[in-house]
């Protein structure tokens, strides 16, 4: 190392009046590593790969709702009223409860996260080594590929074609050449060339995790579920002030007056009766079922080795209606062998030298590596000038000091040659056509006498006078499970469309083994520049070839824009730009560091049969929480009505808060949760806070003016207020089952048990004398049984004619 002043940079550290420049060529010592860990200059910064502690705790513990539960739990305590507190017994248990699903998620996702964290390649002591990312440290030397997402802020020091995507920062969707002295930003994404950069910012100071909150591994995404109730909660909050207040109005009136009710002590059975109302309108099992379908949904997918990194996103993966697959490590195993090579008219003696050389080449990806069996190094070549491969061009130029001459080309033939490639009429058009059709990638391996300039480096452009010299093919394996894996996504109307770089030819006949109906590949270099006729190629087309990562991003907002929810797997950085832009991006664990920090999904072991189980945790997670939210939707519909039909008759209020508990617990909490964690395959569809409250409210508007009518005809039959109450609670507790009854249809075995077992309970609940007792249950009467009775039947043929209706309009909505 020297002295001299470091690259030119535009970052403003503390640091920069001490900072030394490193020599590239053999980066830190060890001794200047471990004096960068002892001062504590290292990258050890850890984002969140989910939720925080903290963050769990004041979701499910500190929020509005809960703050009113505690507030009316400790006034009634004040009252030495505290069998009447029981619902904040139950707002403790719910916060306990989903708290502990949340931790238990988070302590699966991290596990697995950690397991799986992306590496670092450094150069220390002159060699190159893989580390964690926290362990890179002040002026390390980075070693930047293709694929690599950068650990920390750095400054170029050394630049071969680099190339670098910081779409996910600065919004920059164009990838940003890189030259000696220009920075490069943590988080961004290497997607071109190669090239050293010596940090000059680590930790929480890097660019990324000072400002760019999205580019953490766990981020809010967009959810309807969270959405619609964030909605209904906010109405709720609104609300229940006014209501609040009219409802303890009329129960002071009740009393004889604000004078007497101070004077008597009937304030007190007053703002009893006001928290009975207010607590009854708070829909706080709703937010704790949608927190705990979400965890266990990952939970789940963790122990099938799915790493989620956002839990809302198990919401994402039941409204996919199109998926995107890449070819390369999702339909096919991703583990290439070299076939065989086909040479094009004279031999070329320097070939096998020029092969050798790509397969051992420090840059080269899967399919030149595969060159280094077949193709050995027996010489070194000296490397005069070279164009690097990049996923947009998708070729590679080399020109050698000395021999082999001139210029060397490999890439794809279309690119490299354009319609040649595919034109039968010439040897190169005729061999890339009948090879790509057999299902075989093809590469071409090209050559000019006419050497790289700088010039033709900096543009990115060829010499001229490149003529093809062979053909080579190569083969990828077929994943066994791909054709069932397609084939139930076809069978939940799920579309596919099979997005590639490779030939369109090679394509299609991959799609064709597989099971799709492919005659041919869509060639990507024809797709129209207008959105519209994109759109309307994506409806005619399954298979596409010779895509770019750019045209990979068009082809997902193109489907996004025709109304479609879409996800996109694949494994290399050239999806990384549309795994990033989809609703749901998925990637194979094997694949780009890069890749895997945008997906929403990572799948562990690389098994593409784990897609349908990811589908079918989300379907289960949405369309359980949409059925139970109509349970407690109407839940809060029936008590806002009470409140307001009895604020408005001045009546007494006709339940005690604990006589509420009974009907909260037995005919919604307890039974929601099974229901919100049983198999459901339903596909979602958009609408669903609409088609709840569609329910929900008719429902109770029927539930609240049925238990008006109770009141009103048990008051003119002079029933006292024992008994009012306790004809109440059993009319709000059967027609609660028969609510729960009529959003389980069908009716399972299971349902019939949770069902059964909650009406006995009831049972118990009125006739255990202890029970009674406590909850001031008493006999009704002869007169008040019949009246009941009449409401109860009323109010559940009214029930099931709603559901009639409801399930008439569902249809119409879903159609």
């Known amino acids: ?58 979701a499910n513990v500190f929020t509005l709702f809960n703050g009113i539960i505690f507030a009316c739990f400790f006034v009634l305590f004040l009252l030495g009223r505290w069998q009447d507190a029981l619902f904040g017994f139950a707002a403790l248990m719910n916060s306990i409860i989903g708290c502990w699903q949340e931790f238990r998620a988070k302590a699966a996702l991290d596990r697995l996260a950690l397991l799986n964290a992306p590496r670092a390649r450094v150069r220390r002591d002159g060699a190159e080594v893989e580390i964690a990312p926290i362990d890179v440290v002040m002026d390390d030397i980075l070693v930047l590929r293709a694929g690599d997402q950068v650990p920390a802020d750095a400054v170029v020091v050394a630049s071969r074609a680099l190339q670098i995507d910081e779409s996910m920062l600065t919004g920059e969707s164009d990838a940003v050449d890189k030259r000696p002295g220009d920075e490069a930003l943590s988080g961004s994404i290497v997607v071109a060339g190669e090239g050293d950069a010596q940090v000059d910012r680590v930790g929480a100071d890097s660019y990324a995790n000072r400002f760019a909150d999205e580019a953490k591994r766990f981020s809010l995404v967009a959810s309807e579920l969270r959405t619609s109730i964030d909605r209904v909660l906010k109405f ?207 590469l071409v391996l090209a050559h000019t006498d006419t050497a790289l300039t700088d010039a033709d480096v900096d543009a990115e452009r060829l010499p001229a006078g490149v003529t093809p010299v062979l053909v080579l093919t190569f083969r990828e394996q077929v994943r066994p499970d791909a054709a069932q894996t397609l084939e139930y996504f076809r069978a939940q109307d799920v579309g596919i469309r099979i997005i590639s770089g490779d030939n369109p030819r090679t394509v299609a006949a991959i799609a064709r083994e597989v099971g799709l109906d492919a005659a041919d590949g869509f060639d990507a270099r024809k797709l129209p520049d207008d959105d519209a006729a994109l759109g309307e190629v994506l409806d005619e087309h399954l298979v596409f070839g010779r895509v770019t990562p750019e045209q990979k991003k068009r082809l997902v907002i193109a489907l996004q824009g025709r109304g479609h929810v879409v996800a996109m797997t694949g494994d290399g950085v050239n999806d990384a730009l549309a795994i990033k832009t989809a609703d749901l991006g998925i990637a194979m664990n094997s694949g780009a560091a890069a890749t895997k920090a945008v997906a929403r999904l990572v799948l562990l072991d690389g098994r593409f049969s784990h897609l349908p189980d990811v589908v079918a945790e989300g379907r289960q997670v949405i369309a359980n929480i949409e059925r139970v939210s109509m349970l407690f939707l109407t839940k809060t519909a029936y008590a806002t009505g009470l409140a307001l039909l009895f604020g408005f008759f001045v009546l007494e209020f006709p339940f005690l808060p604990r006589q509420l508990s009974i009907t909260d617990g037995l005919t919604i909490g307890i039974p929601a949760f099974f229901l919100a964690l049983m198999p459901n395959k339903q596909r979602y569809v958009p609408g669903f806070l609409r088609r709840s409250l569609s329910f929900a409210i008719p429902a109770g508007v029927v539930i609240a003016v049925s238990l008006l009518l109770y009141t009103l005809g048990a008051m003119r039959l002079g029933i006292d207020e024992p008994e009012l109450r306790t004809g109440a609670t059993i009319i709000l507790a059967i027609v609660g089952i028969w609510v729960l009854t009529v959003l389980s249809r069908p009716v399972t075995r299971f349902k019939v048990l949770v069902i059964g077992a909650m009406f006995i309970a009831l049972i118990g609940l009125f006739t255990i004398p202890l029970a009674t007792q406590f909850f001031q249950l008493v006999d009704p009467g002869e007169e008040a049984a019949w009246l009941l009775t009449g409401i109860t039947i009323l109010a559940i043929g009214l029930i099931e004619v709603v559901r009639f209706f409801h399930r008439r309009y569902v249809a119409r909505q879903l159609a």
């Open 1 to 58: 190392m020297t002295d001299a002043a470091p690259p030119a940079s535009t970052h403003d550290t503390a640091d920069s009046a001490v900072r030394v420049r490193t020599d590239p060529a053999t980066g830190l010592t060890a001794a200047d590593v471990a004096e960068r860990v002892a001062a504590g200059r290292t990258n050890d910064f850890r984002p969140d790969t989910s939720r925080s502690v903290w963050t769990i705790i004041r």
């Open 236 to 442: 709720m909050a609104w609300a229940i002030g006014p209501i609040g207040l009219l409802v303890l109005n009329a129960q002071v009136m009740v009393a004889g007056g604000w004078a007497t009710a101070w004077e008597t002590g009937g304030w007190v059975q007053a703002v009893v009766n006001t928290i009975a109302a207010l607590t009854a309108m708070i829909p706080l099992g709703l937010v704790l079922m949608t927190s705990i379908a979400f965890a266990v949904g990952a939970a789940k997918l963790a122990r099938r080795q799915v790493l989620v990194n956002e839990l809302p996103a198990v919401e994402g993966l039941a409204r996919v209606d199109v998926i995107c697959l890449d070819k390369t490590g999702t339909l096919t195993a991703g583990d290439i062998d070299f076939d065989a090579v086909h040479p094009l008219g004279a031999e070329a003696p320097d070939a096998a030298a020029v092969l050798a050389w790509y397969g051992a080449a420090p840059d080269a990806n899967a399919t030149a590596r595969c060159l280094q069996g077949p193709y050995p190094v027996e010489r070194p070549l000296d490397v005069a000038r070279t164009i690097p491969f990049s996923s947009a061009r998708k070729w590679n130029a080399v020109s050698f000091a000395g021999a082999p001459g001139g210029t060397w080309v490999m890439g794809a033939p279309e690119m490299v040659f354009g319609d040649e490639a595919s034109d039968p009429s010439s040897d190169l058009g005729r061999a890339v056509t009948e090879l790509a059709a057999t299902g075989r990638r093809t």
